[in-house]
């Protein structure tokens, strides 16, 4: 399951550039991944590929919207409206893949009116009416690591029961709720520790570890 965003994206960037056929061993280069475990993940969804010929990509792309539930609409609600849900709101990725961001709210009376692209910023003292009329599939959290957890806890009370939290603060849900997060910060420190080992190796340095062994 995780690896089929990964396996859609490869394919949606090889249907940009007009071409047809990818194969396992390409995929996987684009994916990150090996080509055995391609043609494994795949098999799993019916497709086996043609033997040097490789697989059809506008079926492929199908095949994994499919099973990824992208073939469908989902409303999405985007809850604190700073920098970064801001960011999030006008970004055009969403809409291309299956998730139309139909409302944005914000605790801030003050931004309440504001537009932001098509959108104009809600209370969150609406949420409840808003997930209701426009059917909101998923929440998106944007708002301080403060507020994460009585927003979430709000947004569940409303409906909501899949959550993509991008807010530095790790929140709690009932069972039943999806949740996934985004933390910039770890993801940036995995880089930092990674750059770190190519600096020492082309200082020719060793780990500390390895110092005192």
């Known amino acids: 399951m995780a690896r089929l965003p990964l396996y859609y994206r490869a394919l949606l960037e090889t249907a940009e550039r007009e071409v047809s056929t990818i194969s396992s061993e390409r995929l996987a280069e684009l994916a990150g991944v090996n080509a055995a475990k391609v043609r494994k993940d795949l098999s799993y969804l019916g497709s086996y590929g043609t033997r040097g010929v490789g697989y059809d990509v506008e079926y492929l792309l199908h095949e994994i919207s499919r099973e990824l539930g992208l073939t469908r609409d989902w409303p999405v609600v985007i809850v604190g409206i700073g920098n970064l849900g801001r960011a999030l709101a006008n970004y055009r990725g969403f809409g291309a893949r299956g998730f139309r961001v139909v409302a944005l709210v914000d605790a801030n009376p003050e931004l309440v009116g504001h537009p932001v692209g098509e959108l104009a910023i809600e209370p969150v003292d609406e949420l409840d009416r808003i997930v209701a009329e426009r059917e909101i599939a998923i929440a998106i959290l944007a708002t301080p690591a403060v507020a994460a957890q009585e927003v979430a806890d709000r947004v569940v009370a409303a409906g909501v029961t899949s959550i993509l939290n991008f807010a530095p603060a790790v929140i709690s849900v009932p069972e039943g709720v999806s949740l996934r997060k985004v933390d ?30």
């Open 184 to 213: 910039l910060a770890i993801e940036l420190q995995i880089l930092s520790f990674y750059q770190l080992r190519k600096f020492s190796a082309a200082a020719g340095e060793s780990r500390p570890a390895e110092a005192a062994s």
